[in-house]
């Protein structure tokens, strides 16, 4: 009888997880699976949005649909009268927005993804400089289709590179976050590659400037505790390059008077990888001296960055809903126009071990 009842069992599991995965390729076959959308504007203040999906078993190959009206479920409806099957948007992966979108404002566009209940927290989003339909209709040397493609090219370098961690939700929390302005990664076709140009600053929802390629590395250090793979910097005797980095950053605010200041210091440990001429490691001061410089380097471009915040008037950094929490009055109208008078202090502490090789 036991026998029995534990082949049953057996054969009932098989049956149920076969019908499952019989279920599951079929919803798969039937359906178009947006994988990819570009937001951009229109002619008579309309939406333009263009849609990527995989053709099924054909590698990286993907079809493509575009459209304009007045509403984001509008183009998917019309679009979707030129498709052999219904639109999907589970498994959407990334979310992308002109430049010329952004600056007009991307409000509506961006509450129709988090209104959407189909969309997860896998998704990315990010800007686009150029055109949507030349960046999903390209072909690149991988063999991903694009929206993969863009979706793993922001997955690693946020992983271990100079991108803040991110997504939609993460995002939204930061979007509408009293005391913090909205900041995503800046993407660019060139060729036959897709390049992560910078970081996108908002003035509520509006593109206002960017953070500049060099200088992504600074803003992730400040913003977060993070690893990453390697960078370079010049010191007065030698290009070097280290690797191993682990970056730690704490902020201390005083209040004086119902106003602000900020103590921002970074802890950032590395190793040596290479150095672009022979220098003798063994000698402790010719570490130090390396140290000295990554060290001066850092604070100075971090306090460039704080100035270009302030000339800009965003606060990526979310001080003011640091000061927010330390300050029951807090006001935002009031941290707006006192912020760019509000002392920030940066101070680096770097400790480098003498390892890796010498070029």
């Given at each position: 009888?036991?026998?029995?009842?534990?082949?049953?069992?057996?054969?009932?599991?098989?049956?149920?997880?076969?019908?499952?995965?019989?279920?599951?390729?079929?919803?798969?076959?039937?359906?178009?699976?947006?994988q990819?959308?570009?937001?951009?504007?229109a002619?008579?203040?309309?939406?333009k949005?263009?849609?990527?999906?995989?053709?099924?078993?054909?590698?990286?190959?993907?079809?493509?649909?575009?459209?304009?009206?007045?509403a984001?479920?509008?183009?998917?409806?019309?679009?979707?009268?030129?498709?052999?099957?219904?639109?999907?948007?589970?498994?959407?992966r990334?979310?992308?927005?002109?430049?010329?979108?952004?600056?007009?404002?991307?409000?509506?566009?961006?509450?129709?993804?988090l209104?959407?209940?189909?969309?997860?927290?896998?998704?990315?989003?990010?800007?686009?400089?150029?055109n949507?339909?030349?960046?999903?209709?390209?072909k690149?040397t991988?063999?991903?289709?694009?929206?993969?493609?863009?979706?793993?090219?922001?997955?690693?370098?946020?992983?271990?590179?100079?991108?803040?961690?991110?997504?939609?939700?993460?995002?939204?929390?930061?979007?509408?976050?009293?005391?913090?302005?909205?900041?995503?990664?800046?993407?660019?076709?060139?060729?036959?590659?897709i390049?992560?140009?910078?970081?996108?600053?908002?003035?509520?929802?509006?593109?206002?400037?960017?953070?500049?390629?060099?200088?992504?590395?600074?803003?992730?250090?400040?913003?977060?505790?993070?690893?990453?793979?390697?960078?370079?910097?010049?010191?007065?005797?030698?290009?070097?390059?280290?690797?191993?980095?682990?970056?730690?950053?704490?902020?201390?605010?005083?209040?004086?008077?119902?106003?602000?200041?900020?103590?921002?210091?970074?802890?950032?440990?590395?190793?040596?990888?290479?150095?672009?001429?022979?220098?003798?490691?063994?000698?402790?001061?010719?570490?130090?001296?390396i140290?000295?410089?990554?060290?001066?380097?850092?604070?100075?471009q971090?306090?460039?960055?704080?100035?270009?915040?302030?000339?800009?008037?965003?606060?990526?950094?979310?001080?003011?809903?640091?000061?927010?929490?330390?300050?029951?009055?807090?006001?935002?109208?009031?941290w707006?126009?006192?912020?760019?008078?509000?002392?920030?202090?940066?101070?680096?502490?770097?400790?480098?071990?003498?390892?890796?090789?010498?070029?």
């Open positions: 009888m036991e026998k029995i009842k534990s082949k049953l069992i057996l054969i009932s599991c098989i049956t149920f997880f076969s019908l499952t995965g019989c279920l599951q390729k079929n919803i798969i076959d039937d359906v178009q699976l947006i990819g959308s570009v937001f951009d504007v002619k008579g203040n309309k939406v949005v263009t849609f990527v999906c995989p053709i099924q078993k054909k590698g990286n190959k993907v079809q493509v649909f575009e459209g304009s009206a007045n984001v479920k509008q183009v998917k409806a019309d679009t979707s009268l030129e498709s052999s099957q219904p639109f999907a948007s589970g498994q959407m990334v979310a992308l927005y002109t430049i010329r979108l952004a600056k007009k404002g991307m409000s509506t566009s961006f509450d129709t993804l209104r959407d209940v189909n969309i997860g927290n896998a998704l990315y989003v990010a800007l686009l400089e150029g949507g339909t030349e960046l999903l209709k390209g690149y991988t063999s991903y289709n694009v929206a993969i493609y863009i979706k793993k090219l922001l997955e690693h370098n946020m992983e271990t590179g100079p991108l803040p961690t991110d997504n939609l939700h993460v995002g939204a929390f930061r979007y509408y976050q009293e005391g913090q302005d909205y900041y995503i990664p800046i993407l660019k076709k060139h060729g036959d590659k390049n992560i140009t910078g970081i996108g600053l908002f003035k509520k929802d509006k593109y206002i400037g960017k953070i500049a390629q060099k200088d992504m590395f600074i803003f992730k250090g400040l913003l977060e505790k993070h690893k990453l793979d390697s960078h370079e910097f010049k010191t007065d005797s030698a290009y070097v390059m280290i690797n191993n980095i682990r970056s730690v950053p704490t902020y201390d605010i005083k209040i004086k008077n119902g106003k602000p200041s900020f103590f921002i210091h970074v802890h950032l440990d590395a190793r040596i990888q290479e150095l672009s001429k022979q220098i003798n490691l063994e000698n402790n001061k010719n570490t130090k001296n140290e000295k410089n990554v060290q001066k380097q850092l604070d100075v971090a306090a460039k960055l704080i100035k270009q915040f302030k000339s800009l008037g965003v606060d990526p950094l979310g001080l003011g809903a640091k000061y927010k929490h330390h300050y029951r009055p807090f006001k935002l109208e009031e707006r126009q006192m912020y760019k008078d509000v002392p920030i202090h940066i101070k680096y502490t770097v400790n480098i071990t003498n390892s890796g090789v010498i070029e």
